[in-house]
């Protein structure tokens, strides 16, 4: 056994050991295999204490009101998130880092604080947050799934810990990564596969695939994510969740640890994922009153927007069913279809959207990925020794498009692209103010509405079937996105289209992998987009959607 | 003469033709250097019709009043600017389109719109605006200093521009840049050298030297510049007039030609020049109601936020005397002693600022500047044979700071200086913040202040005199600056300081070039500056520093 291989082993026996034994279960994979269902949070609520299932169904926001009303205390609000996180990591392989010990602390702390005070620290007060591995605690390792980075504890806490922490959440976990958050799966030679909340023969999805196996499992009410293609949105769609990509520059960055931190053509952004729609805007509001912006240069002083004189109006929204590359699988058309009508039932308009730039977009987004060839993560996994992941070896193909050499870009190229991303965005802005002329009242749409995924999910190990055509371009666009669950998989409904012929190479194989045995029962979200720095606007519609979704469904059940 | 010296002198040719034949005079140079003083200004106000000296006098702010009230028509106003423009380029060489014509037809119409509507088309109804010659008109050419530009008439509109006519300016002239706006000086082979309004022996200043020159001859009342590295700031100060340089993002430059497009780790800001502190306001604000954020993804929708408040307190001022590299000239160290006097006679505080990153800063700057080499500028000038000038050699020089390989960088030695950007700017934040333990209220400092320039100005053709040591930390930090003249050069007690020991090499030129006699009764300008985005801040603080310094004058005067 080689050197890194030994450096994993040691690694996965420390975090191991700060499961309490009395949570630990050897054989609970194969217990859970064994039972007739494939969620995980059921299996979880059938061998947990019911005590503890009624704190972990709640939402953050119905935490944090019952904490503050010490209908419950922060201390049994933790120690049931961590009992249950301790479980969905036995199952899953979600978390990197555990520190229950140092959470059951805070949570004292903090109703003592109540005790003495009367007050709440903030609005998060008890409210146990999880952390993608990026966040810094300081004593904490951050690994990002590199080898290399194994053993190194963080001196620094990233700004939004301290945020968050100030209004009085509590952190006890840190979720996995694939090597370099690259990858829209969550594997790494750091911690292996993170498997997938709601059915464990689907990927957890990525780079957020630890958030998003936890959250699914119901072992966090919130989490934090980063999104540089999708990684927030993809394992919050592939576990039926909430989540919130905000744009560049809303939420704080500073301090939280990334691979290509000088890349700043297409950046990451850091925001929230939850069962619960409310939650994220719990987050994100609470984060934009902190005022980050006097300590992170990069966020903009942008107070919150009220937005709710939303609700007074029909809305305008844009229907993009595909991108006229990759047609999405049946149940997404169903899904996307089915809000239009429940949308229009309302009295809301919708317009037909397509922005005829896309295909640039997503290669350019691929070369903006690729710029460096791939040679930063190459370089740090040498310092291991550890080997190469298939993702990288995908990517590499990828970035290639339109390239004879596989080597870093020029620094003029670079500038190609970064006039090419402008000149996106500047058309997608152009293509939305022209959407005033499709409307009754002539005024542009409010959002979007479009597929997160072209698939329900792809399997543990089928990255290869993975496809970002609904991700990237929001991010290249720096759009304002939510990912917002709206139905299951019903393979007595969703029939493979025989008809349907494929566009291209990439759709006859999303195309060829449909099956409704393989996907039934797995969740189907859709994405809602606003434009650049409109969270409060895309959380809003977001909400507007969903309440006339439900609506509907009871108009329909009734 | 080879074919690019046809194609420049075909340029002048027909840019000359512009102008109305009653005003071209021949012998204006020869006429103007035979007066026994050196302001522009004062000239054209002896050779022009005192019916015209009334209107451009005037500030924007006044003009705009004024045509409002229908004291003034906007005709008689465009009239005024456009015949001393006409004279003040004879002179200065400051203008390189001219449309006159057209501007004259679009001041007609406004006045007509006035008299039908009773209403006023917006805040700048009948201003003129001079646009730097970035600044895109339809049919107009925008050479930027580039003999292979010439010919090329813009199609588009800069966005900017759109925005200001939509308000009622009215655009006449468009003003001389060095090639590709990449020096402190203002000359290139399209247009030869912009001398400076307050004294021909000297530089106008650069980049938007022409804009300096035009303003500082009062033949444009408010003008549009562009600053990478002072270029707003550089021709205010050395004109004696203010300048704003707003934050990347608070104005647009959508459809702005610029060189280095896709080069956004130091990005160009667009912002105004003015004889008034109250224009640059009335500028910035007006384009800021324009919510341009609906067409430019760059711009962030930050609305207007009056910051008129400030003045029921106590200000709290850092004062960089000097950066300890460079020390400024007598005349600019006593303009911000005077300033400090003025602050604290009226109840304001100083507290010292110094910040230590401020060489590294530099020399990333340099980095950043000369990325490619430039190499883009070395392609652009081969295109028509005219040869590389001066500045750009200096320029080459400076950027080969520290790297041994006269090269353009590799894309991953350009995230470094991202990364290293990114430090700088969390460094500053930090220390901004801890300025809260130097004050007495233990809150942070309002504002900065320190020098513009080391030097009142730099001679024509003295370029490598030129030191950037004021200008450029705050291009890369993104603040919000404002540039305030506050006294001139008084031979009588500027006097060198004999037993000063220089601190390097660059100190020592600096300190050599000082003269009393030299740089007499040049203006001294001090600069102002804030935090990213806080545009509204840092020009109401000037203007309460602007107040404060008249007050302790008319006190000190009786």
């Not at 217990?31 to 204490?49: A, I």
């Not at 300081?138 to 945020?163: C, D, H």
């Not at 464990?200 to 630890?210: C, D, K, L, Y």
């Not at 394992?235 to 809303?250: C, D, E, I, M, V």
């Amino acid at each position: 056994m080689g050197n890194w291989q030994e450096k994993v082993a040691q690694k996965k026996r420390t975090t191991f050991e700060k499961i309490p034994k009395a949570w630990v279960q050897d054989q609970i994979l194969t217990d859970f295999r064994d039972r007739p269902y494939s969620q995980v949070s059921t299996y979880l609520d059938e061998v947990l204490p019911e005590s503890e299932n009624e704190i972990t169904k709640l939402t953050a926001c119905q935490i944090a009101t019952k904490v503050a009303r010490r209908e419950l205390t922060s201390s049994d609000v933790c120690y049931a998130f961590c009992h249950r996180a301790a479980l969905a990591h036995q199952i899953l392989n979600c978390c990197v880092e555990i520190f229950f010990e140092s959470a059951l602390e805070r949570a004292k702390e903090l109703d003592r604080i109540l005790e003495q005070t009367g007050e709440v620290v903030g609005p998060l007060h008890g409210v146990p947050i999880s952390l993608k591995d990026q966040v810094n605690l300081p004593g904490i390792e951050t690994t990002i799934g590199y080898v290399s980075y194994i053993g190194e504890k963080s001196q620094k806490k990233s700004l939004l810990a301290k945020a968050l922490e100030e209004k009085g959440a509590i952190f006890y976990v840190k979720t996995a990564v694939p090597t370099a958050m690259l990858a829209s799966e969550t594997v790494s030679n750091v911690h292996g596969i993170t498997l997938n909340a709601v059915n464990i023969e689907f990927s957890s999805g990525g780079s957020s695939g630890g958030e998003g196996a936890l959250i699914g499992a119901r072992g966090s009410p919130l989490g934090v994510g980063t999104d540089i293609g999708g990684s927030i949105r993809i394992p919050a769609a592939f576990q039926g969740l909430y989540g919130l990509r905000p744009s560049n520059g809303r939420i704080p960055y500073m301090d939280v640890t990334n691979s290509y931190a000088g890349q700043e053509i297409i950046q990451s952004v850091i925001g929230p994922l939850s069962a619960s729609l409310e939650d994220l805007q719990l987050f994100t509001k609470t984060v934009v009153d902190s005022h980050t912006w006097d300590e992170d240069p990069k966020v903009v002083p942008i107070p919150w927007r009220d937005q709710s004189s939303l609700r007074q109006r029909k809305l305008r929204i844009g229907l993009m069913l595909w991108d006229k590359l990759v047609m999405p699988h049946p149940p997404v058309i169903r899904a996307l279809k089915e809000t239009c009508q429940s949308l229009l039932k309302e009295g809301h308009e919708i317009v037909e959207w397509d922005f005829p730039l896309q295909k640039e977009l997503l290669e350019t987004a691929d070369q903006v990925y690729g710029a460096d060839f791939y040679q930063e993560v190459e370089e740090t996994l040498k310092l291991s020794g550890e080997p190469i992941l298939e993702y990288m070896n995908l990517a590499r193909k990828s970035c290639l498009n339109g390239r004879a050499d596989p080597q870093p870009l020029s620094i003029a190229e670079s500038w190609e692209l970064v006039k090419k991303k402008n000149f996106f965005r500047e058309q997608f802005f152009k293509k939305w103010n022209a959407s005033a002329a499709l409307t009754q009242e002539g005024e542009p749409i409010d959002a979007i509405i479009c597929p997160v995924w072209p698939s329900a999910a792809f399997g543990a190990n089928e990255v290869k079937f993975g496809v970002e055509n609904y991700t990237v371009p929001f991010n290249m666009l720096d759009c304002a996105s939510v990912v917002l669950p709206v139905t299951y998989v019903d393979k007595a409904i969703d029939l493979p289209d025989a008809t349907y012929q494929p566009a291209n190479e990439l759709d006859a194989m999303q195309f060829g992998y449909y099956s409704a045995e393989k996907f039934d029962k797995m969740p189907i979200c859709i994405q809602v987009v606003c434009r650049r720095l409109e969270e409060e606007k895309v959380l809003t519609v977001a909400s507007i959607i969903q309440d006339a979704c439900r609506s509907f469904e009871e108009h329909t059940n009734n």
